[in-house]
């Protein structure tokens, strides 16, 4: 099976891509240049590694949450791509994806949250386990006093080992310092979808171009009319 994955959600522009047996990726911090970037990177990544893209199986991409722009930017190239190559799709939410860098190597319970501004985080939490990572809390967005709930919540009754993941685990931190939440790795990558696909593919859920959807957890936008201002 061959899988090409791309990840514009946050600052950290990827794509990567699995030929059967390795992964291969590219990526860069970039901020609000992901439009510009992803497709030179594919092209970039496909020359590099001697693959065509038609040759792919599965298009692969992270679907959110994260920057509204950037998600947008990623599923839309997500379905440009298979529209033109008449390939299936397979979704990862980003909080799926620093739970896998987070566990990759070890066994224990992973506390991902990313920075959703405006006073909150999106945050799910996810186990290590013999197949892939079981879903313990689904995506939500919540206060960081919510979230600091969950996290001790877990804490008190696990005996897992804990790891913490993403830009929201900061948030956590300056919301109380006394939490003192040790951040195993900040923003997802391209490659971990890949792993996720590829180590569980059972749980995926290939689909067509015009059925993915971003997830944005929240439909509220980010900016305010000017009578609310």
Known sequence: MKLLALDTATENCSVA????????????LAMQKHGNLILPM?????????????????ICYNMGPGSFTGVRIGVSTAQGLAFALNKELIGVSSLKILAKLALDTQKGICISAIDARMGEVYLAVYESCDVG?????PECVISPSQALTIVNEYRNSHSNKMYY????????????????????????????ILKIVVEDFTSCLP?????????????????????QQ
Not at 166 to 189: F, M
Not at 208 to 214: D, G, K, N, R, V
Request: proline share 2%; hydrophobic share 40%; glycine share 4%.
């Open 133 to 137: 990572l079981k879903c313990l809390v």
């Open 42 to 58: 594919l092209d970039n990544l496909a020359k590099e590694h001697n693959f065509a893209l038609k040759d792919v199986d599965y």
């Open 165 to 192: 993941a993403g830009t929201g685990i900061a948030v956590l931190n300056e919301h109380d310092a006394a939490a003192k939440l040790e951040c195993s790795v900040t923003l997802p990558d391209s490659c971990a």
């Open 207 to 227: 689909m067509q171009a015009q059925q993915a959807m971003p997830l944005y957890v929240r439909n509220e936008v980010t900016w305010k009319k000017i009578s």
């Open 17 to 28: 891509y699995f030929d059967g047996e390795h992964f291969y990726q590219q990526q860069e």
